[in-house]
């Protein structure tokens, strides 16, 4: 899960933040979507938000890490690391190897970033460790033949991006039997295995199919549940859910058939992708176990959505109806069957829809194409599908009863050698947009400009903060955003949908509550974007647009 780092020092009482805005690996915090960007356009002009830059990372479907003010892609048959600044100056460039896979050249993989390291994937299945400062290999394994897997996907070759866990690496090498690992874990820094989930016996089903944990064409998702670190991974047959410092699986629901939809998690409540469905499931207290919401038929393929506030974006039919699962107890089963129960055949209408995450009921609907994908940050929802000779990006702002569109740009192309391009999701960062679209194009997202140099007077600059030179740390803790308030006895943050209260004098984590927006402490509540959370257990009050932290900031 990424993780930032709030400190505090002590000297004449303030708090200083230690503000961060990595996006380390796909799809940002927990893999969910939420971006913890800040200070981005509420609407954009006609014609979309200026391009600032772009570049030509050559073939592939490698979307965008980028750390510390740097950007990194991997792209090329011989697949290449490239290391951009944000006004897209190159820096720097590695070589990775063949990323060559019969009509489906170059990577898949979004590179994930940490301590130094940069591990960068290729179709055939090979993991590299670039070493940032000397751009050389510092390690290298092949999924398929270290974990003795065989060759997974044939037809798409090696199609995720893995996630990270701390120091370790997360992907699923596609297991064939007992003796083959479904998900492994391996150490960022030296490619040495630290974890494996052991694999299910081979045994082939009514359907002809082998009841095991192969690939499919999806990644897996880390975060944090009550202060338990959970990877949710889809594999071909089941979604599983692992401690993810140790890797002992805590519970598993069958499904049979490809899937195509990353799972998110947000408050206790983990969205994914049986084949053509989205299921709510909701994690007991410790995250041992989980049972079934709902389930909703319609999903489309290959699509990602996000979930804050309560409510679901995604891609999908709005004509389905969703499927309410029978009341279980907390303390589900470790195994469950995710097949719903079947409906009556409709025409599909394809639509971005707003969810609630409680019920899968429909609360709102746009048109899309079904060839899209979501992404969400500050409280607003960015969605892209295929419309005409490019790829619509549209900003979408949630309101009380649904959203609205705020504004829309196009991407010109056609996505680039071999397709497939719109499969990439957008990543917000740094007051960035940034979409691979053949091409990598990046959006200036920006309210507030950066400072200019004029005659030497720096324009637009705030002043140096008058810190006294004695400081002392007396804490961190470690959050996702970047806005916060405090009071003698809570600092609270927010970011990437998820709001944090820790203890001021000691650094302890008092609860973690969905939110988005900048919080507001009143008396013994926290105001964020949509909720009304109380202070002692982050518990919400009450849900609605009214709410505000921004607003009642304004007023004060």
């Not at 199919?209 to 009550?226: C, I, L």
């Not at 969400?376 to 649904?402: C, Q």
């Not at 050698?417 to 740094?430: R, T």
Request: aromatic share 8%; glycine share 12%.
């Amino acid at each position: 899960m990424m993780k930032r780092l709030l400190a505090v020092v002590v000297f004449l009482g303030p708090i200083v933040l230690a503000r961060a805005e990595n996006m380390d690996r796909y799809r940002g915090v927990n893999n969910s979507g939420y971006y913890a960007a800040t200070g981005l356009l509420r609407s954009w002009p006609a014609g979309g938000p200026p391009l600032l830059w772009k570049t030509s990372p050559g073939a592939g479907w490698a979307n965008v890490a980028g750390v510390d003010g740097k950007v990194y892609v991997a792209g090329g048959k011989t697949a290449m690391l490239f290391v951009h600044d944000l006004d897209g100056n190159l820096l720097n460039k590695a070589t990775v190897g063949s990323a060559i896979w019969k009509k489906w050249d170059g990577s898949r993989s979004t590179p994930i970033v940490h301590e130094g390291i940069a591990a960068v994937g290729t179709p055939n299945a090979n993991y590299v460790g670039i070493d940032l400062q000397t751009m050389e290999s510092r390690w290298q394994i092949n999924a398929w033949k270290e974990f003795g897997s065989g060759k997974g996907n044939q037809g798409w070759g090696w199609p995720e991006s893995p996630t990270r866990h701390e120091n370790k690496l997360i992907f699923n090498p596609s297991s064939r039997d007992e003796q083959t690992p479904g998900v492994a874990a391996v150490d960022i820094r030296t490619g040495k295995t630290v974890w494996e989930l052991p694999g299910r016996p081979a045994i082939t089903n009514a359907n002809g199919k082998t009841d095991r944990y192969s690939a499919t064409d999806v990644s897996g998702a880390v975060f944090n549940h009550n202060g338990r670190d959970i990877v949710a991974y889809p594999t071909y047959m089941y979604l599983v859910g692992l401690d993810a410092n140790t890797g002992q699986k805590l519970w598993e629901f069958k499904a049979e058939g490809a899937k195509n939809n990353i799972p998110i998690y947000a408050a206790g409540r983990l969205l994914w992708g049986p084949p053509g469905q989205f299921q709510m499931l909701s994690l007991n207290a410790d995250g041992s176990a989980a049972h079934v919401l709902w389930t909703r038929a319609g999903a489309s393929g290959f699509t990602q959505g996000a979930m804050f506030g309560g409510r679901v974006y995604v891609i999908g039919d709005k004509s389905a109806l969703p499927v309410a699962a029978k009341p279980v107890a907390v303390e589900a089963p470790a195994s469950e069957d995710a097949d719903p129960p079947a409906q009556p055949a409709v025409k599909a209408e394809t639509a971005l829809l707003c969810l609630d995450a409680a019920t899968g009921k429909l609360i709102a609907s746009l048109p899309s194409d079904s060839r899209a994908n979501v992404v969400a940050a500050e409280g607003m929802v960015y969605a892209d599908d295929v419309a005409g000779k490019g790829l619509r990006v549209r900003l979408i702002r949630p309101t009380a009863d649904g959203m609205e569109v705020a504004g829309e740009l196009i991407v010109p192309g056609n996505g680039g050698e071999g397709g497939w391009h719109w499969a990439i999701s957008p990543v917000v960062a740094e007051g960035r947009l940034f979409v691979r679209y053949g091409d990598l194009f990046v959006y200036d997202l920006r309210v507030e400009k950066p400072a200019t140099s004029v005659g030497g007077v720096v324009e637009g600059a705030r002043p140096p903060l008058p810190f006294s030179k004695a400081m002392n740390l007396r804490w961190t803790a470690a959050v996702a955003g970047n806005a916060l308030d405090m009071t003698k006895q809570h600092v609270v943050d927010s970011g990437g949908g998820q709001v944090t209260c820790v203890e001021a004098t000691t650094g302890k984590v008092l609860w973690r509550s969905a939110g988005y927006g900048q919080p507001v402490i009143r008396d013994d509540a926290v105001y964020v974007g949509g909720a009304n959370l109380n202070l002692a257990d982050g518990k919400p009050i009450y849900w609605s647009s009214k709410f505000d932290g921004q607003a009642l900031l304004s007023e004060n």
